[in-house]
């Protein structure tokens, strides 16, 4: 509660008017209305355990199932007929999620809460595994969306440099910035070449046949680094 209590909220603290006005301890008028409660310094609370600095870190983390499916459109944006780009397979005409428990998400993880309730989020060798698998497919969409946008303000992943034609280095180092921020949410200074030098020689190694397929290459690097899948 604020130090200047009003008085028509006195009686629901069970404190009638009268009292502070009346001289009550710790209460001082501030005016017909208002009152200021004085005389009562912060007091530490009792019985508090100790507490150890520094503080223990908690365990490295990868992110759930629920949270990767969930991460993946937002990411990657939309396809070129409008839809958010997923991890999915056609089954009968219909789209099925690689992160469902009928797919990949048990081997993932995933409880089904029939016979598990708890999902693992340690780092593991098949997490791996499929998170290439993921990282490659979705990066060909993305691409295969941003092929049909010739505005770079509507693409995903060429956003500040071609995607069929070799960029300056400036609009690839700019594109690369902009890249990790969307995929890591790391932020890299404009003047800073050092933090996107791993992914410039990626690009510059992938690129040698195709552009596009230097960007394809960033974008798996991105998807598979462990900056983007742990917490």
């Known amino acids: 509660m604020s130090r200047v209590t009003s008085l028509a909220l006195l009686p629901l603290l069970g404190l009638a008017p009268s009292a502070c006005s009346s001289g009550a301890p710790g209460a001082v008028a501030k005016g017909p209305d208002r009152y200021e409660v004085t005389g009562r310094d912060p007091a530490a609370p009792f019985d508090h355990p100790p507490v150890d600095v520094p503080p223990v870190s908690r365990a ?3 992110m759930t199932v629920e949270m990767l499916e969930g991460s993946v459109p937002v990411v990657a944006g939309a396809a070129a007929d409008g839809t958010p780009i997923q991890w ?3 089954v009968k005409g219909q789209r099925v999620s690689r992160f469902s428990i009928d797919e990949y998400g048990a081997a ?3 409880p ?6 708890e999902e693992p989020t340690e780092p593991s060798a098949l997490y791996v595994k499929f998170m290439d698998d993921m990282a490659r497919d ?3 969409q993305i691409v295969a969306a941003d092929a049909t946008r010739a505005d770079g303000a509507d693409r995903t992943l060429a956003r500040f440099a071609p995607l ?3 960029g300056s280095p400036d609009e690839v180092r700019t594109n690369l910035r902009y890249l990790k921020l969307r ?3 790391q932020r890299v200074a404009d003047d800073d070449d050092a933090g996107i030098a ?3 020689t990626l690009y510059q190694a992938a690129s040698t046949s195709s552009p596009r397929d230097g960007w394809q290459a960033v974008c798996v690097g991105l998807m598979t680094s462990p900056a983007f899948h742990v917490y």
């Open 60 to 62: 490295t983390r990868r």
């Open 138 to 140: 979705v990066c060909g």
């Open 112 to 117: 089904d809460y029939r016979t598990t309730t």
């Open 183 to 185: 995929f890591l949410g």
């Open 88 to 90: 999915t397979r056609t």
């Open 164 to 166: 069929d034609a070799a």
């Open 108 to 110: 993932l993880g995933r």
């Open 198 to 200: 791993d992914l410039e």
